[in-house]
């Protein structure tokens, strides 16, 4: 176990990084060249445009004024200038909620590490177990941990009411924060303009019909099931085929921008070859060679969507059924149309960004099976996935490499790499990891058919989260390899679960701070730096781009990653939780975590990030959830801990806690789930009266025509979604054009 | 344990009850006098008149013609007779999907019993392991058992496979039964006549409001958010005082009746006292205390009913908002009103009849804080309820019964009284704890605050599953006190559960087949021959009965008891599930009792019971759902015993099934349930537009004018609930008029 000094270097080194980190960005985002990287939202508004062009050359590229580089840190203020309701009209309301997740942190955290260094941090600290056992190898952090508790010492009735303390104040800011955001949801939805959305319904699974075809047969269902307000569908094509086409032209029409780019710089053709990635094949005449290929693909393009356009089996089993109010909307998203639960499924239509098309046409019963099958598929995931992580951590500690490696010995042994290895390389092999399974998850989760993809990063969160619950979280306290730890478990009574964890929590404590530094803070400072992205722009800038819409379509502005964030953010919130009453200086690190975090994204949301869709804070009910479940771990952990030190009377003290917890759970579900499910009639008939007084003559019909047609189809229009990358049609032909 | 011939006697014993009750049933219902008891059903429909006035005084009373004795079991056919869609005619769809539970039984365990003789008892007797050892006392049904296969045999592998048939054939016929029962409530809802609720939804949690009355703010509320399809509302009066008043006088004058009678057969003013019973205080005339009593409290219920009136105080906050169709109706059942989730609630009304009154005014808060504690209070009901159980069993074995009272041990050896001991005393042990238990816990589902009778029903009779299953199945199966199981339960590893209760089920097979036959066999016997109803009735015929329709009011004639019965069936189910795989001995016993059960019912239900409400089989998912939670267990259980035979792979040969039956519980849920508890916008547009063509000019305000008054303020309506039992006002009027 690392002692205090191993800590503090480890500390030292990350706080460094963290500080480059700063001062690096602080460099680049100065230098007008990285605009496009570090304000693409003002850019894409048309605020802050391009570099200046009225200085000299250079300081289009390079900024010379030497006292801007002084204040290096003045963006953290700026982040902060911006008042809730315009980040609301700026950035979306998903984006404000998600960075009240990190503030919510510091309201939860902040006062429960105030009340646990002033009460039981003294309790702790004055219990001189520790120093009486002559042979235990101890640190500095375990005396300030409940580990210096004396065997059933009375002290530990402090511990067990400053759980119900902090349990109580979790609940008090929990319920504040939902009833906040729910209104805040609520009055978002309220002011919001009129969007299609509103006004419409997905429908899935409509029952096939002998007599007309799916258009047909959706008009006349809901002109007699909804015959007063029934305005207007949209079906939907299959065009996955047509998507695909589209991509793949995007993509050879960068090849060929790049090689006429070298061209004009060079004046001489470049070669390629016809094979794999350029490499292999037959040389050719590049410009030609893709030009060729584009015409090509240009005209399967086009067949294809006349075939998928005509043919009525390219047509999909759901629509997008609109109607003539908000009420009546609502309505038909509420209930349910046919007695068969299984056809005409009605939800409400995500709004037309969000949709994710592939998923509309999966029959029920392949719903379910596809369920199961992801179900049992994370199973083994989570649990299978644990053995490469256990095996290269357990070669990751000093013993473990001295052994495999016997010759590095005497470099280990040295101060400074022993600190570098104990401090550093247990969070980055697990780091390593966790960045190649959130796409693995988003993967499973469309195999599940969710429609929309706000959705889908709800699901595939949930799915993360348990896997850093399980092999994270539970994977670092309870070294083993994986299935081993599942089958002792299994055999282990349910009571002695909570002991088996609760007792080896408090000698984690020191790895857990590393964890939060490495992973956590160095985390942060990297997200802000946007090493990746600036890279590609600055390649995408040097050989793709010719005009100036090229270059503002080479920035990636990037998005809240809801799927990968906020289980970690979940995470942050277990330790802080679970080490309040066990080891309060675990949580000045969450506390910086949060803190950092919530300035460093809200200057992300305000400068960098481009939403994918708004969903309205939607995903606010599973953040509850899932904190209320970090709750109850760490209130069970607590009970395993404390019976285990003979103080048998404390568990029973401490059962009322997680049936309060529970309760509270269902409780908040009921009063505030549902503002994030439904749409109550009350507020769509405001909706509606509003504007029926101010635009009577409102042509609902023109207004709705195209909002839900598949992006492919569409004219000119920005599409930001990575999962379907279709390009801009006019401007293919102008390009194609232009090469011929 | 006790062995084939102790079986075999106690078999006897139960058979020959159940067929002196049987013979008893079938001299008494041949009995004129009995009709009313035997035959309620078709004497309030004054089909079956009251006995036949033409012939001699006695055939009035006696049935004197022999031969009808001869054919003393020709009820049983006559039982048969009925087709289905008649009897739903007849007794309604509750009852009809009720009998439909038995059989399922048959259609289930029928071919499992047949499946497990022909393979698994050929592959038990030939396992020849309990002959081998010496000391073991085993006896003729264990060698049928699984017990019978060695240790580490492969001969399991049949058990396995045999499971595996077994759930399939299980999920098939359920599968089926759903689909059907679905279809049929479907049918049912689809037919039916007009009935109030088709067009009314109850609502809730109405908020207060400084400006208007209760009733006002409903109106102008559903003016507004419903403008096209609102019509009428009923407000719920708080007339919960009145009703006592109410059902206080009606005990008055059944006093009354009674003193007033002896009076005239004996011409001798009656004497009483006015303390309590009757029994103390001063003497009065009887006639005449009485009769002034009834008038003061006439007096006091008139200013009461007044008060309710004009008090706006005595208006809850809630209300039956009916709507112009049926369409409207469901469309405000399943949508919700306002953003705030805890007011305005919807819910379809349920019919007259079934309105549990008081619960209609309970704030949210106070319904989450009510459901908490009665959930608290279960658990504690649940497992200290068994303490009292586990001692009386204790006794009630011969070697506990020895120790107690040492002089009765020759009469206990005994051999027939052995066999009695053994046979009878432990089931009525927990037969006499039963008939307690379901009106506690009907008294709990009130206190959480579910507002019909049928909702009421279907949540007791889910606690009193739970109930039985932990504390008849699993008690029986694990002897030792209840808290001591609870705590070996929680020390023990989740895996270790199965084993520990899976080892000991073959060895409890006799005394479930003995449970079977007592509380099965002799119950259903004892059921029909209505032993309480038929003394009451004729106690009550002769002390108080006066007009024929006194008479006609003297007789209860009772209802399925759905929150007792069902979970009853669950049982067996259980039993049935869990052995078939382990002593398919015990089949057969099973399959008598649902197929008795069966024709029993249908006879009651055809000429018996009177059902307090009518839900439209809304009870069925919750049957569904407990069998296959059954079907999961006795896979858990058999797990639990094949890993205790030294074959490890079996253990994850059977793992998939219980995977399969959560899968097959999700399907069919969201295949299936939905019909349950929403009505299609599709069906009821079908039965609005049916209506408007063939009664165009239907007045629907006075038609639902007076629907959903509460009781005790209606004219002259038959109100049958046991709950509230309010009087006639009318003839209260007449008879308070005739005794003064």
Request: overall charge positive; proline content about 5%; hydrophobic content about 45%.
């Amino acid at each position: 176990m690392a002692n205090l000094g191993e800590i503090s270097v480890s500390a030292a080194l990350n706080l460094l990084s963290a500080f480059a980190f700063l001062v690096a960005f602080a460099i680049l985002r100065l230098q007008p060249i990285n605009d496009r990287v570090y304000f693409p939202k003002w850019n894409r508004r048309g605020i802050r445009n391009s570099p200046r062009r009225s200085g000299v050359c250079v300081t289009r590229f390079v900024n010379l004024d030497w006292r801007t580089y002084i204040k290096f840190l003045n963006w953290m203020p700026a982040a902060f200038r911006m008042p809730e309701l315009e980040l609301i009209d700026h950035a979306g309301l998903d984006s404000v909620v998600y960075i009240r997740i990190y503030l919510l942190g510091l309201k939860v955290i902040g006062p429960l590490a105030v009340l646990a260094f002033l009460v039981l941090v003294p309790v702790n600290w004055t219990g001189e177990t520790l120093e009486g056992v002559k042979n235990l190898a101890y640190n500095d952090i375990d005396k300030l941990s409940i580990s210096n508790v004396p065997d059933g010492s009375k002290r530990f009735w402090v511990h067990i009411v400053m759980s119900y303390v902090f349990a109580l104040w979790t609940f008090y800011v929990l319920y504040v924060e939902y009833k906040e955001v729910a209104a805040m949801r609520l009055r978002y939805l309220a002011s919001e303009n009129r969007r299609p959305d509103q006004f419409t319904v997905l429908v899935r699974n409509v029952p096939p019909d002998p007599d007309e075809t799916v258009s047909e047969h959706i008009e006349h269902f809901f002109r007699v099931n909804h015959p007063d307000s029934y305005l207007t569908h949209q079906v939907v094509y299959n065009a996955n085929k047509l998507a695909k086409l589209v991509q793949k032209k995007k993509s050879l029409q960068n090849w060929y921008t790049y090689y006429f780019n070298k061209y004009e710089r060079t004046s001489k053709r470049p070669i390629t070859r016809t094979g794999f990635g350029g490499v292999v094949g037959t040389k050719v005449d590049a410009i030609d060679y893709y030009s060729s290929e584009i015409q090509k693909l240009s005209e399967a393009e086009a067949l294809e969507r006349e075939k998928v356009l005509s043919d009525p089996k390219a047509i999909v089993r759901a629509a997008f059924v609109s109607f003539k109010s908000r009420w009546a909307a609502a309505v038909c998203a509420q209930t349910q149309l046919s007695h068969n639960p299984t056809i005409w499924l009605t939800e409400w239509a995500p709004e037309p960004r969000d949709v994710y098309w592939r998923n509309l046409a999966i029959p029920y019963f392949d719903l379910t099976i596809r369920r199961l099958l992801m179900a049992i598929a994370l199973f083994f995931l989570i649990f299978f996935f644990m053995i490469p992580i256990a095996f290269v951590q357990s070669l990751a500690n000093i013993e473990g490499i001295e052994k495999v490696f016997p010759f590095l010995t005497p470099l280990i042994e040295t101060k400074s790499v022993r600190s570098f290895i104990q401090g550093f390389l247990p969070g980055i092999v697990l780091k390593i990891f966790l960045i190649l399974l959130p796409t693995i998850l988003m993967m499973m989760s469309k195999v599940e058919g969710f429609s929309s993809c706000s959705s889908l990063d709800r699901r595939s969160a949930g799915k993360y989260h348990l896997f850093l619950l399980i092999n994270v979280f539970l994977g670092s306290i309870i070294t083993g390899t994986a299935f081993q730890q599942l089958k002792t478990f299994l055999h282990q009574p349910p009571t002695e679960i909570p002991k088996t964890v609760g007792e080896s929590i408090p000698m984690k404590a020191t790895f857990f701070i590393t964890y939060i530094m490495v992973d956590g803070w160095a985390g942060i400072a990297a997200e802000i730096l946007r090493l990746v992205p600036l890279v590609i722009f600055h390649l995408k800038n040097m050989f793709l781009v010719k005009t100036e819409q090229d270059r503002e379509e080479a920035m990636d502005p990037g998005c809240l990653n809801f799927a990968t964030y906020e289980p970690k953010i979940q995470l942050y919130f277990l330790l802080g939780l679970v080490y309040s009453a066990v080891t309060p200086v675990l949580l000045p690190f969450v506390i910086i975590f949060f803190a950092f975090s919530y300035v460093v994204f809200r200057h992300q949301v305000i400068n960098v990030y481009a939403q994918r869709y708004e969903s309205g804070g939607s995903f606010w009910p599973d953040v509850h959830r899932r904190l209320l479940i970090g709750l109850l771990i760490s209130q069970l952990l607590l009970m395993g801990l404390l019976s285990t030190k003979s103080v048998e009377k404390s568990t029973i003290a401490l059962l009322p806690l997680p049936i309060l917890t529970i309760w509270f759970h269902v409780y908040c579900k009921g009063r505030f789930q549902s503002a994030f499910v439904r749409f109550s009639l009350q507020d769509a008939m405001t909706k509606d009266t509003l504007e029926r007084a101010t635009e009577p003559n409102l042509n609902l019909r023109a207004y709705l025509k195209d909002a839900y047609v598949h992006p492919v189809f569409k004219g000119r229009i920005h599409f930001e979604s990575p999962l379907l990358v279709p390009d801009e049609e006019n401007n293919t032909l102008v390009l194609t054009r232009r090469s011929s």
